[in-house]
């Protein structure tokens, strides 16, 4: 069987059949996930993701679209300029995130919800410009102003927010520059609705 950690002393395999079969063996960030030959399914990574979203005051939604965009759930994603895993952390990322692993799934979702986050905080709540952040550095973002003018980091920001909105229809501002102003919280009302607030999670 092949076997991904999860979480922490939590793996999945895949038997001779194709069914998951899960464990409670291993730790994160221990080894690298090895190659399943296919990309993990969203539901799987399901739990994982809450978990880490909660942590880091993110919606899941948003998580599972950075994912999309950003791997196709491939855990053993690597890109042309060398990023890695699920979330695609650059290495040097990894190493400042503590990121032992960043082929592991567990680890990988662990570091990038962590980085998204930061990036959230950085550009005061601003999803676009925390995504442009996410792809081309904050340091970008700051230079220009807003949304660097690169098709590659404008094309990422506008795919990952028609996945997370389930809006196909939705178009990048020309420009958005840079929100300063107070750290912004994800939670819920009574009701269960998603909020924003400046007001942390007591």
């Avoid at 002393?9 to 730790?27: C, H, L, M, P, Q």
């Avoid at 592991?104 to 005061?124: E, Q, S």
């Avoid at 939670?187 to 998603?194: F, L, S, Y």
């Amino acid at each position: 069987m092949a076997a991904t950690a999860l979480s922490a002393g939590v793996t999945i395999e895949v038997d001779a059949s194709g069914r998951k079969v899960f464990t409670n063996t291993g730790a994160v960030g221990t080894r690298p996930a090895p190659s399943l030959g296919r990309r993990l399914e969203p539901g799987v990574l399901a739990p994982l993701v809450a978990t880490w979203a909660d942590r880091h005051q993110l919606d899941p939604k948003l998580v599972h679209a950075v994912i999309r965009a950003e791997s196709g759930y491939d855990p053993r994603a690597v890109s042309a300029k060398g990023a890695i895993g699920l979330m695609q952390l650059m290495p040097a990322t990894a190493r400042e995130l503590e990121i032992a692993d960043p082929f592991d799934p567990a680890a990988n979702i662990a570091g990038g919800t962590r980085y998204l986050r930061r990036m959230l905080d950085r550009f005061a709540g601003s999803v676009e410009l925390a995504l442009a952040g996410y792809n081309a550095g904050p340091e970008a973002v700051r230079q220009f102003g807003g949304i660097p003018p690169f098709a590659e980091t404008r094309s990422y920001v506008q795919r990952v927010l028609r996945d997370y909105r389930d809006d196909d229809g939705y178009e990048l501002p020309a420009n958005r520059s840079p929100a300063v102003g107070r750290k912004v919280y994800l939670t819920r009302d009574a009701t269960g609705r998603v909020l924003l607030t400046t007001l942390a999670r007591q």
